[in-house]
Nanobody, 115 residues
């Protein structure tokens, strides 16, 4: 059974940084397209960043160079380094893995940006 477990969320002041981690079990992330998504209250879930199995990267337009997605295949973990966080980045952040018709989601981790 594939499981994705996010960690690293929390409360941070505007301008601060957080690093989220998504640890996978039951599969190897090297075979998956891995991504981070977020959902703020009252809004639709949106793409934050995606990294392919060959490390091709794609980011949501709002990222504007502030976030970096990376993968450590040896640790079976994907990371999202978030810098220059702003209150509008407040959301639940979800990890997703996909291959072909199969997709897997984590339970999410809350990120709150507030003074």
């Amino acid at each position: 059974q594939v499981q994705l477990v996010e960690s690293g969320g929390g409360l941070v002041q505007p301008g601060g940084s957080l690093r989220l981690a998504c640890a996978a079990s039951g599969t190897t992330i090297s075979r998956l397209i891995m991504g981070w998504y977020r959902q703020a209250p009252g809004k639709q879930r949106e793409l934050v960043a995606v990294i392919s199995s060959i490390s091709t990267l794609h980011y949501g337009d709002f990222v504007k160079g502030r976030f970096t997605i990376s993968r450590d295949n040896g640790k079976n973990t994907v990371y999202l380094q978030m810098n220059s966080l702003q209150p509008e980045d407040t959301a639940v952040y979800y990890c997703r893995g996909a291959t072909g018709p199969d997709e897997y989601w984590g339970q999410g981790t809350q990120v709150t940006v507030s003074a």
